[in-house]
């Protein structure tokens, strides 16, 4: 038989077996990239599964760092407060002592008596008066030192208090999560 012969049924029936072909294959094909796919989609979700886990450990470790912010922090205030007790003792102190220091002026008019009555011993006190209005202004002047330090520690322990409460608010809402951490 020649080629301009041929039977039309067999063409067709060569025509149907190379498109069956055609189709398996892409058919294979398509079968490989969906298990692919699967393969793909697995693996990311098990890294997911992974990350999750580290994230919950991680937001565990901070809600207990932070509790020990918050505890440090109460600790802090405690001891400003306590500071800020010693600091107003010292400070009553230094003004008692400034009170007695004033009374150095009657000392200071006694040993001008002192000096009519023994020559010998003028010179040195009048020194000494001398050295004692040096010490009085110089009370003077740690008594308003010690009240400015006092002040300070006041607005340090209020600024304590403030840091404490806004690391508690930090805090709060890994408190939340907590319970779910093993």
């Known amino acids: 038989m ?3 012969h041929t039977d039309p049924r067999r063409t067709f029936v060569e025509m149907v077996g190379r498109l069956s072909r ?3 294959m892409h058919l294979d094909e398509q079968q490989r990239h969906v298990e692919i796919n699967k393969i793909i989609v697995f693996s990311i ?9 580290f994230n919950m450990y991680f937001i565990k470790v901070l809600y207990q760092d932070l509790n020990g912010i918050v505890d440090n922090m109460d600790s802090m205030h405690t001891n400003m407060l306590e500071v800020s007790k010693a ?3 010292i400070t009553d102190n230094v003004e008692s002592f400034e009170i007695h220091m004033r009374d150095m002026d009657q000392i200071t008019r006694h040993t001008g008596s002192m000096a009519q009555m023994l020559p010998s011993i003028s010179n040195n006190m009048s020194s000494m008066a001398g050295n004692m209005n040096t010490i009085d202004n110089n009370m003077g002047k740690m008594s308003r030192g010690m009240t400015v330090i006092d002040q300070r520690f006041g607005q340090m322990t209020g600024g304590v208090a403030n840091m ?3 690391v508690r608010q930090i805090s709060r809402p890994m408190g939340v999560m907590n319970p779910f951490f093993p």
Do not use: E, F, G, Y
């Not at 979700?45 to 999750?52: G, K, T």
């Open 164 to 166: 404490r409460h806004s």
């Open 22 to 24: 055609k189709t398996q």
């Open 2 to 4: 020649s080629p301009a």
């Open 45 to 53: 979700s098990v890294l997911l599964i992974v990350v999750a886990a």
């Open 87 to 89: 600091m107003n003792s």
